[in-house]
């Protein structure tokens, strides 16, 4: 019997061999999810650009980190579709 990894195992699974679809969340996630909780609070102004920069950020730096360091492709791949959409968002 051979030892060698299906396209299920290259894309979900890690370098221990576990599946991994989310992960608990890092310091740029959790800094997004704060800075976009408050642009709810703080609808205009200043204090406003300044979170939906922190924000947009944060989830860019988040979404780098997948692509180059995920742990298996669907992270990566995550992480790719997550950077198009935040930038997309910016654009239109």
């Known amino acids: 019997m051979t030892n060698t990894a299906t396209a299920f195992d ?13 992960e608990p969340p890092n310091p740029p996630l959790i800094l ?7 642009e709810l ?9 300044g979170l939906d920069a ?3 950020g944060s989830l860019f730096t ?3 980190l997948e692509i180059f360091e995920g742990v298996n492709y669907f992270r ?5 579709c ?9 654009i239109w």
Request: proline share 0%; glycine share 8%; hydrophobic share 60%.
């Open 10 to 22: 290259k894309i979900f699974r890690d370098s221990d061999g576990e599946i991994v679809l989310a």
């Open 32 to 38: 997004w999810f704060a800075a976009s909780l408050l």
């Open 41 to 49: 609070i703080f609808t205009t102004g200043k204090i406003h650009t």
């Open 54 to 56: 922190v924000a947009f």
């Open 62 to 64: 988040w979404a780098w």
């Open 76 to 80: 990566r791949a995550l992480g790719f």
């Open 82 to 90: 997550v950077l198009v959409a935040a930038i997309g968002s910016k």
